[in-house]
């Protein structure tokens, strides 16, 4: 099992900037793939962005060129820095981590609590 803690959800103005961290526990960061999603109120959870254990990403089209996923395996840490930020990005954001890069909620079995990340004026 691994244990995820996100950080760095906030209020933004619409195209401001936020990098959202995810700390996982284990010594066996390096091998696992993480991604990212997002839940808006009433909606489903869905996928933003995931890196695979040899740091190739994945995107969601709706995220693509505003959004870059990064780890640091020294750290146990994965990023989500988000740009041009939008008010339909309003959303808890949450990290997941599994031996398999997956885009589906159902491909993760390691979650994270989430953060809240508000795009407004």
């Known amino acids: 099992q691994v244990q995820l803690i996100e950080s760095g959800g906030g209020l933004v103005q619409p195209g401001g900037s936020l990098r959202l961290s995810c700390v996982a526990s284990g010594r066996t960061f390096s091998t696992y793939s993480l991604g990212w999603f997002r839940q808006a109120p009433g909606k489903e959870r869905q996928f933003v962005a995931a890196?695979?254990?040899?740091?190739?990403?994945y995107y969601a089209e709706s995220v693509k060129g505003r959004f870059a996923v990064s780890r640091d395996n020294a750290k146990n840490t994965v990023y989500l820095q988000m740009n041009s930020l939008k008010p339909e990005d309003t959303a808890v954001y949450y990290c997941a981590a599994d031996q398999k890069i997956s885009v589906s909620v159902d491909g993760y079995a390691n979650w994270g609590q989430g953060t809240q990340v508000t795009v407004s004026s």
């Open positions: 890196i695979r254990w040899d740091r190739v990403p």
